[in-house]
C-alpha cells in the first residue's frame, strides 16, 4: 500500500484528527496492555523487524524503527538477557553486529500477535454489523496511514521526495 501524491486527501478536521489519536492510542495501550509478554513496545517492535528481516545489523533495525542508538542499546540489552535474540559479528564490518531471533523470540512474537488478533477479532464480534463493516473498510486507509508516518516515508515527504511510485 502507499501513500497517494497526485492528489490531496480531503481534508480531516482538527476535532476528528484528534478522535483518531486519541481512539489509536487506547487501541494501542489496551492491547499491549493485554497481549505484551511483558514487553514493551519497543521491544516488541525492534524483535519484529529483527524477525522480518532475518539476520539483521543494529544500523538497520534503528533506522527501520527510528530508535536513537542510546535506547537501541537498551532494547536489545533486554531482548538479549530474555534470550529473545542473539548477536554476533558482522562477517563483513567486525565493529557491527548482526541480530537474529531465536526460537523463543520468534515464538513470543507469534504469541503476542496472535494474542492481540483473538483479542480484536471477540471486541469486533461485540460491534453491531455496521460499526464492524465500516473498521474493515477503513483498513486500507489506517495502512496507508501508517506507512506515510515510517520515518523514511515522513522524511523523504519533508524533503520534497514523493519516494518510489
Known amino acids: 500500500m502507499s501513500v497517494r501524491q497526485d492528489a ?7 476535532e476528528d484528527a484528534q478522535r483518531l489519536q486519541q481512539s489509536l492510542g ?11 509478554d511483558g514487553l ?3 521491544q516488541l ?13 543494529v544500523s538497520d533495525v534503528a ?12 532494547v536489545l540489552a533486554r ?14 564490518d567486525r565493529r557491527s553486529a548482526m541480530l537474529a531471533a531465536t526460537r523463543k523470540g520468534r515464538r513470543t512474537l507469534e504469541h ?7 483479542l ?21 486507509a489506517l495502512a496507508a496511514l501508517a506507512e506515510s508516518l515510517e520515518p523514511s516515508t515522513t522524511t523523504r515527504s519533508a524533503v520534497g521526495d514523493p519516494g518510489p511510485a
Open 79 to 92: 531482548l538479549d538477557e530474555s534470550e529473545l535474540i542473539v548477536r554476533t559479528p558482522d562477517p563483513n
Open 40 to 42: 514493551t513496545p519497543s
Open 63 to 74: 533506522a527501520r524503527e527510528g530508535i536513537n542508538p542510546t535506547a537501541l542499546s537498551r
Open 112 to 118: 503476542v500477535r496472535a494474542e492481540g488478533t483473538k
Open 45 to 57: 517492535t525492534c524483535l519484529g523487524a529483527i524477525v522480518a528481516l532475518g539476520p539483521v545489523r
Open 26 to 36: 487506547r487501541i494501542a495501550r489496551r492491547m499491549r496492555s493485554r497481549t505484551s
Open 8 to 14: 490531496p486527501a480531503p481534508a480531516l478536521g482538527v
Open 120 to 140: 480484536l477479532l471477540e471486541r469486533v464480534g461485540r460491534l453491531d454489523a455496521d460499526d464492524a463493516r465500516a473498521l474493515a473498510a477503513a483498513l486500507p
